[in-house]
């Protein structure tokens, strides 16, 4: 069956699809932290944080059909829908984070939030780490490929050191806030000196895809004095922290203790509806819409705010932030009582959280591929993140209870007794 | 009312954020060809193309809303509702477009055309019209900015003159033809001079943003040779056309008569959600997918997919290609008949007419302005485009009807009558 649909797959979309698993699944149908595969299998999901809510909420599914039953349009009539999500995203930041631009994907919003920070400065160069990724426009993926572009690397673009737990900047965990500035300050001399000058920097606040190595308040304290110093936009990507996950504030930068200039959204403002979007203060935002006429036909639509709107509300009423903080430490702490000797560091922010597996002090990426597919054998999804994929990544949505993190936890530390190092 | 929305939109969106007509609506409700206001005013939809079956199909609302409470993730898991969209579509196609790759919006689709015309070729220069619009990520943007980028113009992308009808290219609209291609020609050998070799150009088949001036069958015979000699990629934008708009053929470029590497689709694939998309050549989509690790999370949803796929199979139920085949027709004809100095041309494909007004040989922006802003008042919702925004647009939904036509041709009638000069 699996491998019939993998043939079509190739035959109707072509080779090297990015998909999940040795043998991968086909998943027919999702509710709350639960997806069930075509044979009925019922799996936990610990990794996708797009369903943020859970899986086929029954209140964003209702605000989705409701409105497009009505009026699915878009921005350039007027809809309160678009206004009244605007006041309420907008009221969740502060540092004068004042004004809303909606978009359908984070990779568009970074795409939009480049282009912000180079409106506001007038300067082109723009700088992320080396270990990361953003997302797949042709300019934002100049941030993440590995690959030389067509046509060359772009000259406005550098990538810094990421931080790493297992080989700190710098040398220790304690020297790397700096370490990581010192990356920062040399790469922006580099841009104003070949001409560019220094638009900004794009951040995760928590460095997710560089897997949380060592990352906490005040982590970025030196690097958003280097980048203000130099008048550069700080260009924050809360596609993962935001929305509550994190459980000790409702967003990433609210943890690490910075104001950022732009900040990004995507994958869970909508539970699974194509809704991303920036917030931005007055004069950025004004900056970017005065220099481009940005008009997006998808974005802002009746149905996106509606299935936003929904989603914000939800997190409130189901206190799902807080059960982030609640229930994410108690996973924490059951899942730092797993004893294996290639487990080099385990840690996490709310309900995102990661084990990093390391052999020798190197990290070992074979072994978390191995954990990764046993887990999905015994019915749970994880995923994998760092340099060398060998940190489990897990994210769940949000309404994961103490009784599921029981269950990975088990699950975890069964898988590790028996696997072979 | 409306001005204290145009106020919090201000304050929530900030300034320059595209609106329509002098006083902005508040639109609340779609179905079928109308829009209503919030004062209970009924509006002829004859400009929004993205409800492409008309507002709020049910068969479309059905099918999301059903979807939406089953299973809504991402395509790094195997479904079938990917694999089906993708037979239902490119069943459509001719010329070995047999792999699909799916986005959220136009823009993103014509993001990844350009990367597969550089995969595809392993060179970097790009072509498009000079008074053209594909999209709005950055890299799309450079094809149509009347600014200048911040750190500059892209040394890869060049804009060749576009084709017009009260100018035409080589000094007739029988010239324009050989023209056109002789402007793509040198384009070609300046990218090449200049070491960046020539990737592809990017058209809409029928130059819909350039106002359709003078296009039909064969029209693209000769640029389509000189791309060929030079070795480029043919990256069509169905984006306006397709989907069965022009009435005689399901997609624009069959009406012209050529075989493009690349089609992009976008606003009226999903009827108003979020989804869009590529079609290509195996080798194609193989080279573009060997070159970049693209994934994109919300693109090819199970939701998205029954969005698309309901939307396919209602133009098909309905006969909505043949309607917009005779309706067009028909409007076409009372279109015609409509009598005032300053029309200098009245054409178009199906549901896709433009009138274009002149004073002395010269593009009537203004008058055309204050036509769409009359037509409005009465009722009847309009777009504008060309150069000089000097073109009416219309562009409904497929379910218009005759007595829609004549409805909008009467109310022309009555405005050109009355408009002062």
Chains 1, 2 share one sequence.
Not at 259 to 270: E, F, I, N, R, S
Not at 333 to 354: K, M, N, S
Not at 358 to 380: L, N, S, T, W
Request: aromatic share 8%; with cysteine.
């Amino acid at each position: 069956m699996t491998s019939d649909l993998m043939a079509r797959r190739r035959r109707l979309l072509g080779p090297n699809v990015p998909i999940f698993y040795d043998e991968p699944v086909e998943i027919v149908r999702g509710e709350g932290v639960w997806l069930w595969d075509a044979a009925g299998r019922r799996y936990l999901d610990c990794y996708n944080n797009t369903a943020h809510l859970g899986h086929c909420h029954p209140r964003v599914v209702r605000a989705i059909a409701d409105q497009a039953a009505v009026l699915n349009t878009h921005s350039r009539y007027l809809h309160r829908g678009l206004l009244e999500y605007a006041e309420a995203l907008t009221t969740r930041f502060g540092h004068g984070l004042s004004q809303m631009l909606m978009t359908c994907t984070g990779s568009e919003a970074n795409d939009v939030a480049l282009r912000m920070a180079q409106a506001a400065t007038g300067k082109a160069g723009l700088i992320a780490t080396d270990n990361t990724y953003h997302g797949n426009t042709t300019a934002v993926a100049y941030l993440s490929t590995r690959r030389p572009p067509i046509g060359g690397w772009p000259a406005h673009v550098r990538r810094v050191p990421a931080p790493d737990s297992l080989a700190p900047l710098g040398g220790s965990l304690a020297a790397q806030p700096q370490a990581f500035a010192d990356g920062v300050a040399r790469a922006i001399d580099e841009l104003e000196a070949a001409g560019h000058g220094f638009a900004g920097i794009m951040l995760c606040p928590i460095f997710a895809n560089e897997g949380t190595p060592g990352v906490g308040p005040g982590f970025l304290d030196p690097t958003v004095e280097v980048v203000r110093r130099a008048g550069g936009m700080i260009l924050c990507d809360e596609v993962q922290p935001g929305f509550g996950r994190i459980g000790s504030h409702f967003w990433g930068h609210e943890l690490l203790g910075f104001a950022p200039d732009v900040v990004t959204l995507g994958k869970p403002m909508g539970n699974g509806h194509p809704v991303a979007g920036l917030v931005a203060r007055p004069e950025v935002m004004a900056a970017f819409r005065e220099a481009f006429g940005y008009f997006n036909t998808f974005a802002g639509n009746p149905v996106s705010c509606a299935a936003a709107m929904a989603t914000l509300q939800v997190i409130d009423d189901e206190g799902l932030m807080e059960n982030a903080r609640e229930v994410g430490a108690h996973a924490l702490d059951l899942l730092r009582g797993l004893d294996h000797p290639l487990i080099a560091d385990t840690r996490g922010f709310g309900l995102f959280f990661g084990i990093e597996f390391a052999r020798d002090g190197q990290p070992d990426g074979d072994f978390c591929g191995r954990v990764v597919e046993a887990a999905k054998a015994r019915g749970i999804l994880l995923g994998r993140v760092g340099r060398a994929q060998h940190i489990l990544k897990m994210r769940p949505p949000l309404p994961f209870a103490g009784a599921h993190a029981e269950m990975l936890a088990e699950t975890l530390d069964a898988i590790l007794r028996e696997m072979p190092e």
